[in-house]
T-cell receptor, first 110, second 111 residues
Framework: GIQVEQSPPDLILQEGANSTLRCNFS?????LQWFHQNPWGQLINLFY???GTKQNGRLSATTVATERYSLLYISSSQTTDSGVYFC????????????FGSGTRLLVRP | SQTIHQWPATLVQPVGSPLSLECTVE??????LYWYRQAAGRGLQLLFY??????ISSEVPQNLSASRPQDRQFILSSKKLLLSDSGFYLC??????????FGAGSRLTVL
């Protein structure tokens, strides 16, 4: 099956710093989403981005489908950005199954 | 508005006891429904998904089963829990926008 790899696995930032999280996938996809899981376990969808670039406030994401990777940018990080960031994809051969990477655990220190 | 409810939020069960976790979705019809499990400190594993009433696809052979008795209801069950069933169980749904939305989760501890 498709492999979804996220890097780095762990990241510690000082408040105000910028960061880039990466998601590589091993096969073609028709759906890619980024999620944030807060310390209480709630998963929130950040972006639906099978290709191209989107921005939402301090967050932006870019997916280059032909090269099988996606990037999540966090600018001017805040302590509330702490948590785990997941990339998830739907393989081309499946319309329904969203497969998750192992996540990047982010800690933003004040 | 569209909402997803999941319960119970937490439970502690002895080994060998049964399990029933329930998920309901409001404000939509014919959603795709999913059960995921997250072990401590790890990623999300897809357990089951359903594209309609009575239609269940299993991704991982295990001690669990799922049922969809109504369009917006998805139930995760076990007849006899194992220690390895402990984890954080998340229900999710997808509607026309192809965006996955999660419930608040059910944290299960098997002792």
């Amino acid at each position: 099956g498709i492999q979804v790899e996220q890097s780095p696995p762990d990241l510690i930032l000082q408040e105000g710093a910028n960061s880039t999280l990466r998601c590589n996938f091993s096969d073609s996809v028709n759906n890619l989403q980024w999620f944030h899981q807060n310390p209480w376990g709630q998963l929130i969808n950040l972006f639906y981005i099978p290709s191209g670039t989107k921005q939402n406030g301090r967050l932006s994401a870019t997916t280059v489908a032909t090269e099988r990777y996606s990037l999540l940018y966090i600018s001017s990080s805040q302590t509330t950005d702490s948590g785990v960031y997941f990339c998830a994809v739907v393989p081309m051969d499946s319309s329904y199954k969203l497969i998750f990477g192992s996540g990047t655990r982010l800690l933003v220190r004040p | 508005s569209q909402t997803i409810h999941q319960w119970p939020a937490t439970l502690v069960q002895p080994v060998g006891s049964p399990l029933s976790l329930e998920c309901t979705v409001e404000g939509t019809s014919n959603p795709n429904l999913y059960w995921y499990r997250q072990a401590a400190g790890r990623g999300l594993q897809l357990l089951f998904y359903s594209v309609g009433i009575g239609q269940i696809s299993s991704e991982v052979p295990q001690n669990l089963s799922a049922s969809r008795p109504q369009d917006r209801q998805f139930i995760l069950s076990s007849k006899k829990l194992l220690l390895s069933d402990s984890g954080f169980y998340l229900c999710a749904w997808v509607a026309g926008a192809n965006v996955l939305t999660f419930g608040a989760g059910s944290r299960l501890t098997v002792l």
